[in-house]
């Protein structure tokens, strides 16, 4: 009797235990100003968001794992990720991600540019710094901009 009972459970869980999220978007980051560095090389880098809707509520994960919250209005999305610790060597500092974009899934009906279902920007702020190399209050400005993937 276990067995079936283990079975009806793993498939109401989606059979790994995650909950399928409401959408998918590869999502292209690229950073555009930042006066945390003298450094004039760009960012860029491409990750898959999973968002998770609870009402007007997101949940936004990467890999699986919990990347930032918010709340989403028609189109328009606004998020803020938690705050992370850097650790580096010359001393630590504390860093959050706010984020506001533009997004459609498969049906369509939102203002952006032709072969865009993602389009907004981030900012990375460092909160609190002990590094000096590192200033508190300097922000990293990004674009962002994705693709549908599905729910």
Request: include cysteine; charged fraction near 25%.
């Amino acid at each position: 009797m276990r067995g079936p009972v283990l079975i009806a459970l793993l498939a109401g869980c989606g059979g790994d235990g995650q909950i399928a999220p409401d959408g998918e978007w590869q999502v292209t980051v690229t950073g555009v100003e930042t006066d945390c560095t003298t450094s004039t090389e760009g960012y860029q880098d491409s990750f898959v968001y999973q968002l998770f809707f609870d009402g007007s509520n997101v949940e936004i994960r990467i890999d699986g794992e919990g990347f930032a919250t918010g709340t989403r209005s028609g189109c328009d999305l606004s998020y803020e990720s938690s705050v992370w610790l850097e650790e580096a060597d010359g001393g630590d500092y504390r860093w959050q991600i706010g984020g506001e974009a533009t997004y459609e899934g498969a049906a369509g009906g939102c203002d952006l540019p032709e072969g865009l279902d993602w389009q907004g920007e981030e900012t990375l702020t460092v909160l609190v710094s002990d590094n000096p190399d590192v200033p508190e209050g300097c922000r990293y400005v990004m674009d962002t901009e994705g693709v549908y993937l599905g729910p």
